[in-house]
Each structure stands twice: as structure tokens, then as C-alpha cells.
């Protein structure tokens, strides 16, 4: 077993209690509005010894306990769970108010593009109508190409 690593007892060290001895006040100017005052009890002053041998002095300090905040009154899981029901109430009407009137928006703009089509369409079909042409009684076939077609595939 090597040395560094037996078990050694704990080491007690001596812990010294100094008490400062107080300044004389220092020498004040008559127009200064403030004047020192001793404190009321003088803080005992603690030294220790850390284990290299160096000397650590100082005051005891005490944490600052914070000021106890007011209670705040419970509120109930009741009164919580009806206040976010109105609001995801709220939420969802504004949401479906928001979505009929898009689809409102949409039936009017598929209506006019419907009524526009068949401005157009019909617009067609009069120039179609009332366009004096050349041949009046349907389609003109020429016979001749067809048959030649005939002949040419199936010859």
C-alpha cells in the first residue's frame, strides 16, 4: 500500500479569536452633512490556519435572509380549467370565422371564373355562327385524299 493513499486522521487546527481594536474617528470638516459613527458592537474576527501554514483572517459573514413575499391567494383548478376553456372557446370562433369567410371569398372567386368561361365559350361559338364563310352546308370532305390515303396504307 503506498504512503499517500493510508487512511490519516483528521487534522485539527487551533482557531484563533482576534478582536480589532477600534480607530479613533477621523477628523471631520465642519461643512461635511455626514459624520462617522462607531458601530454598535465590534464583529469578533476569526482566524484560521490552512493546512500549508498560511494564516486566513476575517469577519463572520451571516446571509442575508430575503424579505417573506405576501401569500397569494389559491386559485382553484376550477376556476383555471373554465378560464382556458374560454379561451380555446374564443380562439376556435375566431378560427371558424376566419375559415367561412375564406371559403366565401373562394365560392365568389370559382363563380366568376365560371361566368368569365362562358363569356368567352359563348363569345366563341357567335363568332363560329355569324361568320360568313365560304362553305355553309357542314364539313367539306375531299374525297380524292381519302382515297389515296386508303390506298397508300392498306394497298
Same mark, same amino acid.
Given at each position: 500500500?503506498?504512503?499517500?493513499? &493510508? ?5 485539527? @487546527? ?10 479613533? #474617528? ?10 462617522? %459613527?462607531?458601530?454598535?458592537? +465590534? ?7 490552512? #493546512?500549508?501554514? &498560511?494564516? +486566513?483572517?476575517?469577519?463572520? +459573514?451571516? #446571509? ?11 386559485? %382553484? &383548478?376550477? $376556476?383555471?380549467?373554465?378560464?382556458? $376553456? =374560454? ?7 375566431? =378560427? ?11 365560392? $365568389? ?17 357567335? +363568332?363560329?355562327?355569324?361568320?360568313? =364563310?365560304?362553305? &355553309? =352546308? ?5 374525297? @380524292? ?11
Amino acid at each position: 500500500m503506498h504512503p499517500e493513499h &493510508r487512511p490519516h486522521p483528521p487534522v485539527l @487546527r487551533a482557531v484563533d479569536l482576534h478582536h480589532p481594536t477600534p480607530l479613533a #474617528p477621523a477628523a471631520v470638516v465642519p461643512a461635511a452633512p455626514l459624520a462617522p %459613527s462607531q458601530p454598535d458592537a +465590534v464583529p469578533a474576527v476569526a482566524s484560521i490556519v490552512l #493546512p500549508d501554514g &498560511r494564516v +486566513v483572517t476575517g469577519y463572520a +459573514v451571516h #446571509p442575508v435572509q430575503p424579505e417573506p413575499v405576501a401569500a397569494k391567494p389559491a386559485v %382553484s &383548478r376550477t $376556476a383555471v380549467n373554465i378560464a382556458l $376553456a =374560454g379561451v380555446g372557446f374564443g380562439a376556435v370562433c375566431g =378560427g371558424l370565422f376566419l375559415l367561412t369567410a375564406f371559403i366565401t371569398a373562394l365560392t $365568389a372567386f370559382i363563380t366568376q371564373l365560371i361566368i368569365l368561361a362562358a363569356v368567352i365559350f359563348g363569345g366563341w361559338i357567335a +363568332v363560329q355562327v355569324f361568320t360568313a =364563310g365560304g362553305h &355553309r =352546308g357542314g364539313t367539306t370532305v375531299n374525297i @380524292r385524299k381519302a382515297v389515296i390515303k386508303r390506298n397508300h396504307f392498306h394497298g
